[in-house]
Each structure stands twice: as structure tokens, then as C-alpha cells.
């Protein structure tokens, strides 16, 4: 029932900005991680980058230094804030939260996706 609402997400000239935004729109318990995954054409869906209920964090080689990605624990909201952007960043970015309840097997929440174009 509980659903995650991304948003953020546009056209941006290579070298800009964006800031994608994913918060559920229930209550999620027992979070392990937070994170964003993307897809390009004709390309496998990647690990872009995650964020443990502890703060660690983990990148894909190719955006380290570039994203960064954050959480507000009061809205359990997760952000990915992407900086010099490069035309291969384009694809459609999803929002990913891995919940691990005692006692069951864990379960992997997902958004519908938010396209990223990166064109001149």
C-alpha cells in the first residue's frame, strides 16, 4: 500500500544541476537502506548510489564526486543531489528502499521513475 513519490527530476544542459526527491507515502519500518537506481537505454538498471539507516553511504564509481546523497530521518525522505552533470548520466533515476522487519524476509520498495535528460 505504501507507495514512493519521486519527483525532481527534468532537462538540464551538461555541467547543471538537479536534485531528485523520493519520500513514501506511508510509514516505512525497519529501513536498511535508501537509495537510486537508473536506467539507460539499452543499458542495465545500475546502483547510482545508497544510504544506510546508520549514514553510510555507497557510489557508483561514476558519480562519486559529483552526487551526493542525503536523508531527512523526521520525513524519511531520501535526496540525490547531482552536480556536473555529463550526457551518460541520462536515464530514468528510481527510487529503491530496502526494508529488513525482524522475523521475514526483507522487502524492496519501488518508485516508478523520474527521467533525467542531460542534453545541450
Known amino acids: 500500500q505504501v507507495q514512493l513519490v519521486e519527483s525532481g527530476g527534468g532537462l538540464v544542459q551538461p555541467g547543471g544541476s538537479l536534485r531528485l526527491s523520493c519520500a513514501p507515502s506511508?510509514?516505512?519500518?525497519?529501513?536498511?537502506?535508501m537509495g537510486w537506481y537508473r536506467q539507460a537505454p539499452g543499458k542495465e538498471r545500475e546502483l547510482v548510489a545508497k544510504?544506510?539507516?546508520?549514514?553510510?553511504?555507497d557510489y557508483a564509481d561514476s558519480v562519486k564526486g559529483r552526487f551526493t546523497i542525503s536523508r531527512d530521518n523526521v520525513k524519511n525522505t531520501v535526496y540525490l543531489q547531482m552536480n556536473n552533470l555529463r550526457t551518460d548520466d541520462t536515464a530514468v533515476y528510481y527510487c529503491?528502499?530496502?526494508?529488513?522487519?525482524?522475523?521475514?524476509?526483507?522487502?524492496?520498495?519501488w518508485g516508478r521513475g523520474t527521467q533525467v535528460t542531460v542534453s545541450s
Open positions: 544510504i544506510t539507516s546508520s549514514g553510510s553511504t
Open positions: 529503491n528502499v530496502l526494508s529488513t522487519p525482524r522475523f521475514t524476509l526483507p522487502y524492496d520498495y
Open positions: 506511508g510509514s516505512i519500518f525497519s529501513i536498511n537502506y
